[in-house]
Each structure stands twice: as C-alpha cells, then as structure tokens.
C-alpha cells in the first residue's frame, strides 16, 4: 500500500511559482498513475492534472493549462508540480492521489491514496 507525503507549499506573490513535490513509499510507485488536486476553503476538492504510470500522457484542469506542468522521476518515486504564473485563485490546500491504473482518474472520490496535503497561499 504505497503512503505519499507532499513538500513545497508555502506562501508566494502574484504572478510567482512554486514547485510540489510528492513522495511515495510502500509500493512499487510505477504501478500508479499520479495525481494533483487541491482543495480552497468553503469548496470541494478539484482535480488539478495526472500523470500515466510511465509519465507519457499528462491532463489538466482547464483554468491551470500553460501555468502548471506535472512530472515524474519514477527512479526517484516522486511527483512534482511545476507552478507558474501563479494567482490568489491557487491558494489552497493541494494534495497527490495514487491510482493503480494506467492513466488514473479525476474524480477525487475515485482515488483510495492520499497524502497529507500541502498549503499553498498567493497573495495579490
């Protein structure tokens, strides 16, 4: 049963980046589709990219495409997210979420592996 901690939030300016990153342990990481979603105060959690087992397919939520990038380093059983252009609509509690399938999903509710989450604030 693979457990996933998440580092790098923190609090960044408008038009900022940061960069989340998500480690696995206690499974064969290549045996999961990965995946980012964050959740703001007051609202549901929503999915925010995934990433294929073999990082060859990778899908955004519209309103973070061309600013976020997902990635990979199965070597390393880590995820990341790559965070530019940031704005105060970001701010909130960003979490990964482990599929045992090819290319995951993208409701939360379909996802039985989460780590603990990350804070992220972006001030105007």
């Known amino acids: 049963q693979v457990q996933l901690v998440e580092s790098g939030g923190g609090l960044v300016q408008a038009g900022g980046s940061l960069r989340l990153s998500c480690a696995a342990s206690g499974g064969t990481f290549t045996n999961y589709a990965m995946a980012w979603f964050r959740q703001a105060p007051g609202k549901e959690r929503e999915f925010v990219a995934r990433i294929s087992r073999s990082c060859s397919m990778t899908y955004y939520e519209d309103s973070v495409k061309g600013r976020f990038t997902i990635s990979r380093d199965n070597a390393k059983n880590t995820v990341y997210l790559q965070m530019n252009s940031m704005n105060p609509e970001d701010t909130a509690v960003y979490y990964c979420?482990?599929?045992?399938?090819?290319?995951?999903?993208?409701?939360?509710?379909?996802?039985?592996?989460w780590g603990q989450g990350t804070q992220v604030t972006v001030s105007s």
């Open positions: 979420a482990a599929d045992p399938t090819n290319w995951g999903k993208v409701n939360s509710y379909e996802y039985n592996y």
